[in-house]
Each structure stands twice: as structure tokens, then as C-alpha cells.
């Protein structure tokens, strides 16, 4: 009796730790899938992350009867002198701030990352061109307002530029970032502080242009 007993009443027990050991690993594992996606200093998507769900997102579109989106690249004006004048720990708040009003100004389903250095990325599935300007727009807006303030007090203004492309259908992500990135040299080239979007179509390129300032 006493031999069928004793396994019982140790099964109990031991039922429990292996379902705790279970929890912590699926947890762990959490925590390491997160950290090998996200931007260790943002907390927003990695550029490897941003990359694959938008080449995801594409095919959805590409799939999609009258299927269209954006993407837009946002780069933190003069940067370099932020960090060379005040420091890199008021740069890193710097990026950090602007990946907070990345996230506040976009929606839900819309992909969010940094891409590298004061570079970010959105991209906006199923959103109209003069959606993907609003949103464009109203991120220039909100950090132009937005003040960081240094250690010694001194509050700084930051400004981005934005660069975007609105498409229908088929369009590669190569494509996609190179004419983004284009447009992103355009807002830099015009003076910064300001969005620059243009809507591609396989026959041609149809611009337009968002505000600044």
C-alpha cells in the first residue's frame, strides 16, 4: 500500500514544479524573442523586425483586391550636433522621445521601428495617401513642440524630417525604401522640419507634398 502511496502524494508536488519550470521557460523564451526584435534603446521595433513584418505586410497587400499602404522615414534633424554639444545620454533621450511620438501618432496595425542611428520607419498598411500625409505631418508637428531638456536645464528643439511613399498593389520593400528614402533626402535638402511624400505608381510617379514649419 504504502509503495502506490508515496508516488501519489509526490506527484502532487512535482506536477507543480514542472509547470513553474514550464511557465518560467515560455517566459524566458518571451523576454529573448522580445530582445532579439526590439531596439534595445527604444523599445520599438529593430531594423532586422521592421524589415520582416513589412515584407509580410507586403504580400498581404500584394494579395489584397485595391490593397495600398506607405511608408515613411523619419530622421532626427542636425542629431550629430545633439550629441556633440550635450552629450549621448541627451541623444539617446532624444531617440528615445521620438519613438514615444512615433508610436502616440500611429496607429494600432501600422509597423513601428528604429532603422539605425536617429532613422525610423513606418509603415502604414491600407492607408490613403492623404492619411499617410496627416500622420506624416502630425509627427513633424508634435516633436517640433517637444522640448527635451538637458542636466543643466537648457531645453533643446528637435525637429524631424519626413520622407514617404504611397502605393496600390505590387511594390517590392527595396523599392518601397528607396523612393522613401529619396523623399527623405528631398525634406533635408529643403530646408528640414518639413514632409516630403510622393505616391508611386508602376507607370510613374505622381508627387505631392506635404507642409513644413
Same mark, same amino acid.
Given at each position: ?12 508536488? =512535482?506536477?507543480?514544479?514542472?509547470? =513553474?519550470? @514550464?511557465?518560467? %521557460? $515560455? !517566459? ?7 530582445? $532579439?526584435? *526590439?531596439?534595445?534603446?527604444? &523599445? !520599438? @521595433?529593430?531594423?532586422?523586425? /521592421?524589415?520582416? !513584418?513589412? *515584407? ?19 530622421? $532626427?534633424?542636425? /542629431?550629430? $550636433? ?5 552629450? *549621448? ?5 532624444? =531617440?528615445?522621445? !521620438?519613438? #514615444? ?5 500611429? #496607429? ?11 532613422? /525610423? ?9 492623404? &492619411? ?12 517640433? +513642440? ?14 524631424? &524630417?519626413?520622407?514617404?511613399?504611397? /502605393? ?5 520593400? +527595396?523599392? =518601397?525604401? *528607396? ?30 507634398? %506635404?507642409?513644413?514649419?
Amino acid at each position: 500500500m504504502g509503495a502506490i502511496v508515496l508516488p501519489v502524494l509526490l506527484a502532487g508536488p =512535482l506536477f507543480v514544479v514542472i509547470s =513553474l519550470k @514550464l511557465r518560467q %521557460a $515560455a !517566459i524566458l523564451n518571451r523576454e529573448l524573442q522580445h530582445t $532579439a526584435s *526590439h531596439d534595445g534603446l527604444t &523599445s !520599438i @521595433l529593430n531594423r532586422s523586425a /521592421f524589415t520582416r !513584418i513589412v *515584407h509580410g505586410k507586403l504580400d498581404e497587400i500584394d494579395n489584397a483586391e485595391g490593397g495600398r499602404g506607405a511608408l515613411l522615414l523619419v530622421d $532626427a534633424d542636425f /542629431f550629430k $550636433a545633439i550629441n556633440d554639444r550635450w552629450g *549621448h545620454p541627451v541623444g539617446d533621450e532624444t =531617440l528615445r522621445r !521620438i519613438a #514615444r511620438l512615433l508610436v502616440e501618432v500611429t #496607429r494600432a496595425g501600422d509597423v513601428v521601428g528604429r532603422l539605425g542611428g536617429e532613422e /525610423f520607419g513606418i509603415f502604414l498598411p491600407g492607408a490613403g495617401l492623404l &492619411s499617410a500625409e496627416a500622420t506624416a505631418e502630425r509627427l513633424r508637428a508634435v516633436v517640433a +513642440e517637444t522640448d527635451i531638456v538637458t542636466p543643466t536645464g537648457e531645453a533643446i528643439l528637435v525637429t524631424v &524630417s519626413v520622407g514617404g511613399v504611397f /502605393f496600390r498593389n505590387a511594390i517590392t520593400y +527595396e523599392m =518601397l525604401f *528607396h523612393r522613401a528614402d529619396r523623399k527623405l533626402y528631398d525634406a533635408k535638402a529643403n530646408g528640414r522640419n518639413r514632409v516630403e511624400i510622393e505616391e508611386f505608381r508602376p507607370e510613374g510617379v505622381t508627387k505631392r507634398l %506635404a507642409t513644413t514649419i
